[in-house]
């Protein structure tokens, strides 16, 4: 070990490292403008819309709920209250709704969105890095993996429309705001992002208040013990949601919630759905940290409030079960965290890549984490942020021989193989499964979907550097090759970017223009319908409340009410067969009765249900029909006041 002080700068073992050092990160010049036309590529490419999705189908319906009230009240969703009353989210929907229709308000304000997100997030990189490692981080955040949660697909800069895409936008602009200086209107960002969609933009708050405290220990106390007392004398007051914090879950409904909503819970999180991820978010912000800079408190600042997430997360969850914890569910806190590890690895790229040989071998030790994320990732980035931290404080040279270097070197070589061979295999396994017996030019087609999906972080980063580097060539075939790919993978994202399915964007079309003439002639306004595994059709295309579904249970968790009602009436469609009588979902449909008529009695002697529409004809009962084209099938159409007055329930009891 050498006894100088500075670090000294070693050559790198082999010629081919050397030329990516000297002219790939040390390019003069950067070709700002094909970059930029990059990177709204990889997000095109990254962000392919879905139109009606997932959350987005909830957050659509509360918005036609405001516009038509008289026939969404009755439906299971709204009964005791939903997501709608913690957001203003849904009047800014609605409006747009009266102006476009549902789906034109869908692609604009999810535009609108991105716009906001994206833009954000070059404010928020442009305060922290510059040059080679800005764009990097942007590359970083906007194609790499963006699941933040353990056991669901949750993920920060959604391709579909709710809340949470704009609450995250304006939190990023708020931090970007702050960290400017413009302390006013980072505050009122944030107050705009908690508007929209509180559980996703306490994280931001949190950012906010840490850093304006973190220097005045004595303010952050005071401010601490003020902001106590007043959330303690509201829950005291019981005014909501505060009130919750002395209650805790009953027995039943923490039984209803962990059956139906498993993933709020610390004890159905398993590590290696979420652990090893969590480890390299944390390891790469704490190497961030541990170097000195102005940027220390910033990468500081997440790591805590990632810890501080989780923390609260499996107390409020396994330990104390106390309401408002699980319904805070804190663990959506670490979508801020994960971006921010992202810009933290862009960071130490920048400065510690042509630092010396020692820095590039603990760099590639996280890149080597990272590709062995599905096996020993998230130990080995703990290990090598250990020995970062090490280095980065101890002031002193190390001198790594040659032959210990390049087998040190040729590890992540090795992971990079291994990588590429999970995710070959996982698009081969895949493709197989969904293209049985299908010619192989379809199967292949599939394959290719499916390997750049899952490998697409690192072929960004590998179009990034080929650009950066060929960008400002000034072989001038050379830079116009490179602007004509650029341009090229820019019309492609552009033209495959509405990837919505023909079902989804059918109901988006159909909501609230052209309820279907032969049920809603029949079936009055304010009505409640159960359409067989199907609560869209009811609510988009047939614009009626729904009677229930596995979908509208999905904030039991906020009500109780909701909780035991949505069990009694899902148990009760369980005895048609269908997959909306599964109330847990670790239950098999295997295990329902088949469908018949007198499960069909049953249901509708349940007063709250006026109709069911069943693909099934049972041939007594039935006053209309429809056929479906999207699906080749007759729906029939049952009239339950009809059934409760001429049969009786037969059901075992």
């Avoid at 304006?170 to 509180?198: E, N, R, V």
């Amino acid at each position: 070990m050498a006894a100088s002080v500075h670090p000294k700068i070693y050559p790198l073992p082999n010629p081919v490292m050397e030329r990516f050092k000297n002219r790939l990160l040390t390019a003069h010049g950067e070709p700002k403008l094909l970059l930029f036309i990059l990177l709204l590529a990889l997000w095109f490419f990254s962000h392919a819309y879905q139109g009606l999705w997932e959350d987005g189908i909830f957050y659509a319906v509360q918005a036609l709920a405001r516009l038509r009230p008289e026939m969404y009240g009755k439906d299971l969703f709204f009964l005791y209250g939903s997501q709608d009353d913690f957001t203003l989210f849904s009047p800014i929907y609605a409006a747009f709704i009266r102006l476009f229709e549902l789906d034109g308000a869908m692609l604009t304000l999810l535009l609108a969105g991105h716009a906001l997100w994206f833009g954000a997030a070059m404010l928020l990189a442009g305060r922290l890095l510059r040059g080679f490692p800005f764009w990097l981080g942007l590359v970083l955040v906007v194609a790499m993996p963006r699941v933040f949660s353990g056991v669901t697909t949750l993920e920060f800069a959604e391709p579909f429309l709710t809340p949470r895409l704009i609450a995250e936008g304006l939190t990023l602009l708020s931090i970007a705001l702050l960290l400017k200086g413009k302390k006013l209107f980072s505050l009122a960002a944030l107050a705009a992002a908690l508007a929209m969609h509180p559980l996703m933009a306490m994280a931001g708050a949190a950012f906010v208040g840490l850093y304006l405290t973190c220097d005045k220990p004595k303010v952050a106390l005071m401010f601490g013990a003020l902001a106590s007392a007043i959330i303690l004398l509201l829950g005291w007051m019981n005014i909501s949601p505060f009130g919750r914090l002395f209650s805790v879950m009953d027995a039943e409904w923490l039984h209803l919630s962990m059956a139906r909503s498993h993933y709020v819970f610390w004890d159905e999180w398993r590590y290696e759905e979420w652990g090893n991820r969590s480890l390299l978010t944390f390891s790469l912000l704490a190497a961030a940290g541990a170097a000195k800079g102005r940027q220390r408190r910033i990468f500081l600042l997440p790591l805590v409030i990632g810890a501080a997430a989780l923390l609260l997360f499996w107390l409020g969850t396994s330990v104390f079960h106390n309401v408002l914890l699980i319904q805070l569910q804190t663990w959506r806190w670490f979508w801020l965290p994960q971006l921010f590890s992202y810009l933290a690895a862009a960071w130490l790229v920048g400065e510690f890549w042509q630092r010396d040989r020692a820095s590039r071998l603990l760099l590639l030790g996280f890149l080597t984490a990272w590709l062995t994320l599905g096996s020993i990732g998230g130990p080995l980035a703990v290990l090598v942020c250990g020995l970062f931290i090490w280095y980065a404080r101890c002031g002193k040279a190390v001198v790594i021989p040659d032959r210990l270097a390049n087998l040190l070197y040729l590890l992540p070589v090795l992971a990079a193989a291994w990588w590429l061979a999970n995710i070959w295999l996982e698009a081969t396994s895949s493709a197989l499964m969904k293209t049985p017996g299908n010619p192989p030019i379809e199967f292949a087609l599939v394959w290719m979907t499916l390997f750049l999906r899952e490998g697409e972080g690192v072929i960004a980063v590998l179009i990034f550097l080929v650009v950066w580097r060929y960008g400002i060539d000034r072989r001038k075939p050379v830079h116009l090759a490179t602007v004509a790919g650029v341009v090229f993978l820019l019309m492609l994202s552009v033209v495959f970017w509405d990837r919505q399915d023909p079902r989804q964007r059918y109901y988006a079309q159909q909501a609230l223009r052209y309820p279907l003439p032969s049920f809603s002639r029949v079936i009055p306004a304010g009505a409640v319908v159960y359409w067989e595994d199907d609560v869209q059709m009811t609510w988009f295309g047939l614009g009626r409340a729904s009677y229930a579904s596995l979908g509208q249970t999905v904030g039991l968790i906020f009500n109780r009410q909701t909780a035991i009602e949505g069990k009694r009436r899902v148990d009760r469609l369980a005895a048609l067969g269908v997959k909306d009588g599964i109330f847990s979902l670790a239950r098999d449909r295997a295990t329902l009765p088949e469908g018949s008529f007198v499960g069909l009695v049953h249901v509708c002697h349940d007063p709250a249900l006026d109709y069911v529409i069943l693909s099934k004809n049972f041939g007594v009962g039935v006053i209309e029909r429809h056929f479906e084209k999207m699906t080749g099938k007759y729906f029939y159409l049952y009239d339950c006041a009809h059934l409760r007055r001429n049969f009786a329930d037969t059901w075992p009891k």
